[in-house]
């Protein structure tokens, strides 16, 4: 299949990377509005042309597929763009800025006859893959608590969010750019939400959005859940996977460190390490090759893929309704 890329800044290497690894995938342009950085980043990853207009990109390469790695306020035109050009669409995280851009973004793609992914790779991290199979595997028995303790320090001093400097000037950070990859990983390990109360509060002031949170939720399964998050107090460089996590069943319990190491506890013997393979290439485990090749196998099946927009939607949904819960104060039913 061949791709081209929207956006040639931070986060688009990574999966530049991942799509040069994959068979028979090939990227065949980039386009971004910086000349320069259109240039560099083709030269980097052996991309054969660079465009800083999208729409003349679109026109001359017909791709079969267009990934947008570009900021949410963009997403909704990119997408529409994309579709026009009846090119299948892989939209970076977060959605959009509101619900109604992302029903648009559906929207136009319907009409023209393609699909919308979401690139949420989060889920797509071998430690929580593997959570899955062992929940699956009954380990653990019936899962009642599911909880995330994040703690970074990227959000402190004068200067935060280097790798992402933007960051400082979204009115909503925490939630909307990095809580939704746990959002997301939640309903993945525990099902779909029922409920949630939030709590926000910005601790730098250099920023102008919110930088800590934190989240009691209910899930249709019957599990009770947490989120206890901040990106001031935390080590800099994260650990991998940025987060400590527990899964509590009426069996057993595992419990992930922030390496992204995982710990059994079955109930009456002394808790041991979980031994898993942890690939070392890529970003995160290899999240980002793991979730491509989901979506490239997807579209030249035509099965479901777990990031299609509308499966991805209610995590979208329960960010937005985390800051509904903040501003009424209240417990918001899903």
Not at 26 to 33: G, K, L, M, N, R
Not at 97 to 114: F, H, L
Not at 151 to 162: I, K, L, V
Not at 172 to 183: A, P, S, T, V
Request: proline content about 7%.
């Amino acid at each position: 299949m061949r791709g081209v890329i929207i956006g040639a800044g931070f986060f688009s290497h990574f999966q530049a990377d991942a799509w040069n690894r994959m068979p028979h995938v090939e990227i065949t342009a980039v386009a971004d509005p910086l000349p320069s950085r259109a240039a560099e980043f083709a030269a980097k990853w052996t991309i054969p042309h660079h465009y800083t207009d999208a729409a003349e990109m679109l026109t001359a390469e017909r791709p079969d597929f267009v990934d947008i790695v570009t900021r949410p306020n963009t997403h909704l035109e990119l997408t529409r763009l994309a579709a026009s050009h009846k090119a299948q669409v892989i939209c970076q995280k977060p959605m959009a800025p509101t619900m109604e851009d992302c029903r648009a973004m559906m929207n136009a793609c319907s009409k023209a006859g393609v699909r919308l992914f979401i690139h949420e790779n989060w889920r797509w991290q071998p430690w929580y893959r593997e959570a899955r199979k062992i929940l699956d595997n009954g380990l653990l028995g019936n899962l009642f608590y599911a909880g995330f303790h994040l703690r970074t320090g990227d959000g402190r001093g004068p200067e935060p969010y280097p790798a992402q400097p933007y960051f400082r000037e979204m009115p909503q950070l925490l939630m909307y750019e990095m809580g939704i990859h746990f959002i997301d990983t939640f309903r993945y390990l525990a099902g779909e939400f029922d409920s949630l109360r939030c709590s926000m509060r910005r601790v730098n002031p250099v920023i102008q959005g919110e930088d800590c949170v934190v989240i009691e939720c209910s899930f249709k399964s019957g599990v009770l859940g947490a989120f206890d998050a901040n990106r001031v107090s935390g080590p800099f460089p994260p650990e991998q996977a940025f987060a400590h996590m527990r899964l509590e069943g009426d069996r057993g319990l595992l419990r992930m460190t922030p390496d992204g190491r995982l710990w059994l506890t079955e109930y009456g013997k002394p808790e041991t390490e979980h031994p898993f393979h942890r690939p070392e290439t890529g970003y995160k485990g290899d999240s980002i090759l793991a979730l491509q090749s989901h979506i490239i196998s997807a579209l030249q099946s035509g099965a479901p893929c777990e990031c299609d927009a509308a499966a991805y939607l209610p995590s979208v949904q329960a960010v937005f309704a985390c800051y509904e819960s903040h501003r009424a104060g209240q417990v918001i039913r899903l």
